[in-house]
């Protein structure tokens, strides 16, 4: 089964036509706290279970769900393990909360964050700058830092997961307190975690 998909725009037009769409965001919760779409609520990718979000939808489970992250890659994730478990009314945005502004819809700004695409070429480009340098004034052993990271990034690329951004994503400052709305009221993490 294949994930089906949505422009912001034609989401945008069935939300204003039915009164009410559910859109799950799946970005950390700081990145859903720096900016969101007014009606998302959050749930962070890497404590996504697809059937206590669809036991705890308020629309019924036959209403499609509406996945965004930044740009769709996240939610395509996503999309996956919602078909995976055997739930099909589940709906990419495409492009993401990225497209949603864009196009000039409304948002929600909170506080500013480093997004975690941002993190993840930080931290790469520092261990191979550190290794790199290291390796060369205090041992060439050390240049297996910079080939570890290389590789690391070649497996990111191939199979479209990075180990280095599921860590990131627990970092404590990609997180935010549960329970505390965000700017604008909504929900600013995820209660739906085991």
């Given amino acids: 089964m294949e994930l089906q998909t949505i422009s912001a725009e034609q989401l945008r037009a069935e939300e204003q036509r039915s009164g009410a769409v559910e859109m799950l965001d799946v970005r950390?919760?700081?990145?859903?706290?720096?900016?969101?779409v007014p009606q998302s609520r959050n749930v962070p990718l890497d404590q996504l279970r697809p059937r206590q979000v669809m036991e705890a939808r308020n629309g019924g489970a036959e209403r499609p769900l509406y996945l965004l992250?930044?740009?769709?890659?996240?939610?395509?994730?996503?999309?996956?393990?919602?078909?995976?478990a055997?739930?099909?009314?589940?709906?990419?945005?495409?492009g993401g909360v990225q497209a949603w502004e864009q196009a000039g819809l409304p948002v929600t700004r909170g506080k500013k964050a480093i997004s975690l695409e941002r993190q993840v070429r930080i931290v790469a480009g520092g261990?191979?700058?550190?290794?790199?340098?290291?390796?060369?004034?205090?041992?060439?052993?050390?240049?297996?830092?910079?080939?570890?990271?290389?590789?690391?990034?070649?497996?990111?690329?191939?199979?479209d997961t990075c180990g280095m951004g599921m860590l990131l994503a627990r970092m404590p400052w990609n997180r935010v307190a549960c329970g505390k709305p965000s700017a604008g009221g909504d929900q600013s993490c995820s209660t739906a975690s085991t």
Avoid: W
């Fill in 28 to 36: 950390t919760p700081v990145e859903f706290r720096e900016l969101h």
């Fill in 69 to 84: 992250c930044r740009t769709g890659n996240r939610a395509r994730k996503a999309g996956q393990q919602f078909l995976d």
């Fill in 86 to 94: 055997g739930y099909s009314n589940v709906v990419l945005v495409e």
């Fill in 127 to 159: 261990l191979v700058l550190t290794g790199t340098l290291l390796g060369v004034f205090v041992h060439p052993y050390i240049l297996a830092l910079p080939a570890f990271v290389g590789a690391g990034l070649m497996f990111a690329g191939i199979t």
